[in-house]
């Protein structure tokens, strides 16, 4: 598929991905990973869940956990310029059919929830509650020293269609992947905030959360997360890494809670303002675009991602083999 | 002054700062120091200048040396979205009885060449021929490691002013300093890419130039630049750092060509996409804004700067007396 | 003066310096600064003092602080291989008419307590508890991840003197500086553990104790370090740094507690076991000996020290005038 | 086994591990290697050969390379404290029947040339041409930033008795693999220089050399050589890593040449001086002594080592499994 045109004039103006709400059955050992291993910082707390955040957020919350039954993805959250935008985004998805309603969250103005033709949940929003900088509270560091939510990484059944439908509403691609052999995309990083990402796409069953990911320091603090998580009794929750990403140049390591939600931390992407910005083109055929450094990644990371509560995943209309570096 | 409110639909569309054009007296001298020791990458060269680019970006330049007589700065350059955007400019320009000029400019398309209302040249334009990406030619990094242009900063007379001017077409303050007494802003950082700044005035004789500044992966490049430069000939350039500012958070070290020029090799500011974006104000009686750390900053730092080719500076109307750190 | 020649079958066997005794008026304060802020880990405590150690340390202790009237330097600690060095080190003060007491100490088998010429105190040791290896609780390390004990300085009348004493028993050299005029050393850096030094001595009015040295993981660490003084209420206690010595090569931040003491955070010097390692000589006359990059040093960084309990420090022989960096 | 006491009056004083002499059938491509791409200097070059050092060694050479048709390792060379050391190993040698002549070798004084009962050539000597310091050059670092050489590992068929041999001529265990079921040593680490190693031993086919390690800087100068490599056509030549070792806390990378030399590039260990260290025993079955982190080793890894020239390695006397990690 040729990759579409980028629309800089969408019909609703989203700034960013901003959150992730899910379900832990174990929140006491959520939190404690989440706030004392990995080092977010908690904006509010209940026996029903908590908000947590990283070091240079304003906004309230860029992660919401909640206790439940059974692990989850419940919704992920994006930040639209203004209020009008929210009422243009509930045009945009009535007029093609889908879902959207208008929800209460917790520190939220007015929400928007809608469904994506694959059936993933968004909340828009233009309104959260925001809190003092935190940034130079450098006492207050820990873990990894988790700076900010970054992006949000999707198995879809089908990428060439997932990348037309968030094209059209602003994403812009920086780096995919094709198939030489059908021509189609096999995964794709589109971005609204400048940087390479804010959702990706990778070819799956699905939809289902692949990652979502906390832009961090520098490498030291990922091998800092690394020497504690496996030498704290979170060996086992290191799923990858540390490595480099070929495409985006990501130096990453990916964690998996105890409920299997996969969180990436990593550093070292690059600007990409500029309207002619070129996307990178990677062959599917071209270990180095997974991992730079060719060390293997687990099955588990190429197949395992999270459901969406009440959204069945189906298997991908293309069933093309990823290459799992040796 | 009470800073102004954020301008979400300027005159015309500015996507970042991306490049400084300035005179230099030995051309060889300054490529060696720019491409050899600090690790620039030349896009091109002649007898008469050379075109130099960080190793993340596209554009053809971010640093333009010419050989001159005397060292001046020549123009700043500004991306804008599209070339609509340059008719627009010309108008919101013009119709304030400012200088206005389509200029030609080597690899680039149509370029305006305008004047502030202080006689700062800044260059707008659209199209600047692209090259490949170089950002995983690893092998090719030098230096600092330079990635990108980030931002550039002036010397003005009158701040309030300047920012009121900047933020009408568009650029939004992150930080800035007040002065407690007069009320008046002593220094602010704008930006319109998304991090703390594309530019910044701090009060003082001018219009000058005090730095331009390049992002670079991390601290630890940062400290590769100042054992290198300390033993191969050029100590005398270090000029202040390395250090962290309070303002902007960035881990900084600046650096002073045979010329007078000064660059900042910068890493560890925040994004700033939001539109709530909350400006952080500073008094200008905390010494932390400057310098973190609390170590001194030598006095060219705060009283140098290079003028524009044909513009007079003039004293600040406001004569207040920045802190010198200890 | 020339440079004694290394002694290989010292008196008796010196393993290396291994802890600082000291007086503190706030044992509360200087306990929240080195064990909350830096990061070391506290062996043992009760209302009269502390023994703290590096993350990598088994010694029970290589700082002791006891809680007093005054601020004082109370005994320098230096490991011997074994129980027999103990006697032999007897035995040699003695000959020389230089005190020399068996003391008891807590924690550690049968300590001598001797004067060096110059009045200053020294203990040798060959037994002191050992804890469990804890350089792998890497959920532990804090603040600057002191990991252990490296050097003591010293401000010392009469280097010369000072160097061909601490030879006879076995210091060797590994960098000088010398005064070109008078040809007299100005300092110098002796060890014994292979690396640049146990002890160093600098001229000036002494003995006093200029500072003790932690080992550290990377210049990062340091950055944290001053990242969290100076936004935790400890700028004040920053006296210099960050920056790189010329000599030992040591990339170094220097800090002083309430009471004066002043503690070195450092790493990147270099292996010196080879029998031959030839000496640096440095010339007083060059700056980048003292501060590689040029940055300058507050005068209480060359001027201040502790003394020693009972000790009254004397002027130098040798009123050279140190190069205090620009 | 019980491990060995330490010997501290040993037949005769081996200061270190010094350098590795071994064939290479492509000695351009080799030279590219370890110069252009790790940044060894070269001290000396012929047709014929290569001699090449650490950044901050002052022995003419660690690593030595010679043209041949078929890769294999030559010698291992250890510096002893005098030339009377060497006329006592000759000694030690001889009266246990194992092979000791004198031969000649390139900037080097005398040198002994012995088998230990495995038949692996050890090379003595107490003077080696000694070169200017570089450690402060820094604009000639380039790669990894080899510091200094290390330690050299070796794959022996009966690491018990090695231990036992080792040990007699003053080698102290710092870490050791046991296997909890026959109670033997499955690995052991053993120094003389006051690091955790300067040479290792690991039950398999042997002998035969495992790796070399050179010191680096820091875990960011690894990711700059992964970075290099992997983008400049050494990609197959990145063996394991990065990560860290359980045993000796090294954060590690493993390169193979094209000749299948491995080479180990790491830091982060610590310091062993004092008499009394604790060696550290690991369990067989904890897959966190060979990689902390638990990403698993590729099966070379664990398998393929280098012959030295005219001794053919035997199978282990105990057919353990090593525990490959998952």
Redesign the interface.
């Known amino acids: 598929m040729a990759i579409p045109k980028p629309v ?1 004039d969408p019909p609703f103006n989203v ?2 991905f901003s959150h992730l709400e899910c379900d832990v059955v174990d929140l006491e050992e959520a939190g404690e990973l989440y706030r004392d ?1 990995i080092g977010l910082a908690v904006s509010s707390e209940s026996p029903r869940g908590m908000h947590l955040r990283g070091m ?1 957020e ?2 309230h919350h860029s992660l919401v956990l909640r206790r439940a039954q059974a692990p989850v993805a419940r919704a992920l959250g994006f ?1 639209v ?2 209020k009008a935008d929210l009422d243009r985004a509930e045009e945009f998805f009535g007029a093609r059919g889908l879902e959207a309603d208008w929800v209460e969250r917790s520190r939220m103005g007015r929400v928007l929830r809608v469904r994506d033709p694959w059936g993933v949940p968004l909340e828009f929003y233009a ?1 959260m509650d ?1 809190l003092p ?1 935190t ?5 207050a ?1 820990k873990g990894v020293k988790p ?2 939510i970054d992006h949000v990484n999707l198995f879809m059944p089908d990428v060439d269609s997932a990348v037309e439908f968030y094209a059209e509403i602003g994403f812009r691609i920086t780096e995919y992947t094709e198939d030489p052999e059908s021509g189609r995309i096999w995964a794709a990083w589109m971005h609204r ?2 940087s390479v990402h804010d959702i990706a796409f990778t070819n799956g069953k699905g939809p289902r959360v692949h990652h979502i990911a906390y832009w961090v ?4 603090s990922i ?2 997360l ?7 009794g979170h ?2 929750k ?1 799923e990858r890494g ?1 490595g ?1 990403h ?1 495409i985006s ?1 990501a ?1 990453f390591l990916y964690v998996r809670d105890a409920d299997g939600h996969r969180t990436e931390f990593y550093c ?1 992407d ?2 990409t ?6 996307p ?1 083109k990677w062959d599917l055929q071209d270990p ?1 675009r997974q991992t ?5 990644a687990p099955r588990t990371w190429f197949e395992e991602g999270m459901e969406f509560a009440g959204v069945e995943p189906v298997d991908p209309e293309f069933a093309g083999t990823p290459i799992i570096a040796p």
């Open positions: 800089f700034v960013r291993v240079e304003r906004n930040k310029h203004g309104e925001r900088p940034h130079q509270k450098y006492a560091y700076l900010r905030k400048g320091p520098s490498p030291l091998i800092d690394l020497d504690i998580m496996s030498t704290s060996l086992e290191i540390p480099r070929g140049n130096f070292s690059y600007l303002v500029d309207p002619e910005h070129e990178i180095t730079l450094w060719g060390a293997p």
